[in-house]
């Protein structure tokens, strides 16, 4: 288990241990399905405080291999699914949070940079034997040809460059091209999962992401119900916690 190759459970552990916690497990459900598909390259852009952040977490303890994440779902939605066994824990998974590399660094040629540094790192740490070079794309290629093993991305805050370097177009460039060598036509990529603040085709300059579905408020199919909260799970906690639901909605 490694910090951004297979990171295990415990941010997913804390949301369902928290006083307030809605299952939101049936997303696992709409991603099993665009496995391996060409709809396999979704980005969701939503505000803040929408629950970006923990689908990241739990996708990341769903699919993520060298653990058994059975026991924390279970008597989830999700565990009731026919599809639940069959994709847990068989993936190598990278959760990355681009804000964490942005604010490291200065400037995009040194973030790409610690990026690509520390997710080499932890390949080469876990797959010796066919990881012998310093390229991001090359080394995955590489742990996919001789194992078969692919893997699923999950990126945060991916669009973190756009909101702090808004003017810097040569930046925007460079990054834009970084993900597009990484994840478009790579047969090593199963499912590639993106969140933001920004829409993704306010972006398409040079066309780098036009593979990826952007699931916005304004075009929410299919994923709406997994980002915040519907009405009705806004009943059922008043309803946990003896709060007056007509009165939260003239809130």
């Not at 490694?2 to 415990?10: A, H, K, M, S, V």
């Not at 058994?68 to 069959?86: K, M, N, R, V, Y």
């Not at 702090?164 to 460079?174: I, M, W």
Request: with cysteine.
């Amino acid at each position: 288990m490694g910090i951004y190759l297979n990171p295990g459970t415990i941010e997913f552990q804390e949301s369902i241990n928290s006083e307030i916690y809605v299952d939101k497990t049936m997303l696992i459900e709409r991603t099993n399905a665009a496995l391996r598909t060409k709809q396999k390259y979704m980005c969701i852009s939503r505000p803040r405080r929408f629950g970006k952040s923990m689908a990241v977490d739990m996708l990341a303890a769903y699919y993520g291999k060298d653990y058994d994440s059975a026991p924390l779902f279970d008597g989830l939605e999700i565990s009731h699914c026919e599809t639940f066994s069959t994709h847990l824990n068989k993936y190598n998974v990278f959760k990355i949070n681009m804000q964490e590399f942005l604010s490291m660094t200065q400037n995009v040629d040194e973030m790409l940079k610690v990026l690509q540094k520390r997710l080499i790192k932890e390949l080469k740490y876990n797959y010796p034997e066919y990881v012998d070079c310093d390229n991001l794309v090359f080394a995955m290629q590489d742990i996919f040809s001789y194992t078969g093993q692919s893997f699923i991305v999950l990126i945060d805050e991916w669009d973190c460059l756009f909101r702090e370097y808004k003017q810097d177009e040569e930046a925007q460039r460079k990054y834009l091209d970084f993900l597009r060598n990484l994840l478009k036509d790579k047969p090593y990529v199963s499912l590639c999962y993106m969140t933001g603040i920004l829409p993704i085709k306010k972006y398409g300059t040079h066309s780098a992401l036009n593979m990826f579905k952007e699931i916005s408020i304004l075009n929410p199919t299919p994923l709406e119900e997994f980002m915040g909260f519907t009405e009705k799970e806004v009943q059922d906690l008043c309803l946990k916690y003896d709060m007056d639901y007509e009165k939260m909605k003239d809130w």
